[in-house]
């Protein structure tokens, strides 16, 4: 079973960029698919983005299309979300998480495993 580390979150101001990992241990990423979602205070846990481990298909939500870069290093056990052109409602706590699945899903429920999760702030 993986276990999974977020890192990378912090403060920037709009238009910075950050780079969020997601480590994994305990089990070789290069079968999971995996995904980036995040939680504003007050709403549900959202989709941004996924990378299948099957033909590395990528998938982002809509609201960081353009802007958000998923990429994994399967050497590295390791899955990146390099975040550019940030927005202040991009402001979040981003989680990273990894199904079974082959292939790519936007549905919280499909994904088993999950990280704490790093906050993102975003100022204006």
């Known amino acids: 079973q993986a276990q999974l580390v977020e890192s990378g979150g912090g403060l920037v101001q709009a238009g910075g960029s950050l780079r969020l990992s997601c480590a994994a241990s305990g089990r070789t990423f290069s079968t999971y698919t995996v995904g980036w979602f995040r939680q504003a205070p007050g709403e549900e846990r959202a989709f941004v983005a996924a990378?299948?481990?099957?033909?590395?298909?990528?998938y982002y939500g809509d609201s960081v299309k353009g802007r958000f870069t998923i990429s994994r290093d399967n050497a590295k056990n390791t899955v990146y979300l390099q975040m550019n052109s940030l927005k202040p409602e991009d402001t979040a706590i981003y989680y990273c998480a990894a199904t079974e699945t082959p292939i790519i899903t936007t549905y919280r429920s499909a994904y088993g495993h999950w990280g704490p999760g790093t906050q993102v702030t975003v100022s204006s």
């Open positions: 990378i299948s481990w099957r033909d590395s298909r990528t």
